[in-house]
């Protein structure tokens, strides 16, 4: 099973931009929907954004037209460009498939925290 390994989170001020990878161990080619999760502390684990091997995308309403959800199909890398954030961005971000997340297996995540 494909397993995902999250990067590029950090500490960015409010108004900035940062672009999250996430990294697959195999083939995501004939995966139909890889999602970007976030989790704040003390809060649940929010979908956020989801790419779909048939080219569409889908954003949660506080993320639209600031994220940007991308696959490289032939790099097995999905990414989350990030402009325009917010401190309510602050969060851990994850990938994964619905499949993976009904099972409770989750990579390392990648810290995001957007601070003056």
């Known amino acids: 099973q494909v397993q995902f390994v999250e990067s590029g989170g950090g500490l960015v001020q409010p108004g900035g931009s940062l672009r999250l990878s996430c990294a697959a161990s195999?083939?995501?080619?004939?995966?139909?929907?890889i999602h970007w999760y976030r989790q704040a502390p003390g809060k649940q684990r929010d979908l956020v954004a989801t790419?779909?091997?048939?080219?569409?995308?889908n954003y949660v309403d506080s993320v639209k037209g600031r994220f940007t959800i991308s696959r490289d199909n032939a790099k097995n890398t999905v990414y989350l460009q990030m402009n325009s954030l917010k401190p309510e961005d602050t969060a851990a971000y994850y990938c994964?498939?619905?499949?993976?997340?009904?099972?409770?297996?989750w990579g390392q995540g990648t810290q995001v925290t957007v601070s003056s």
């Open positions: 994964n498939t619905f499949e993976r997340a009904a099972k409770g297996y």
């Open positions: 195999g083939s995501i080619g004939s995966i139909y929907g």
């Open positions: 790419t779909t091997s048939v080219g569409t995308a």
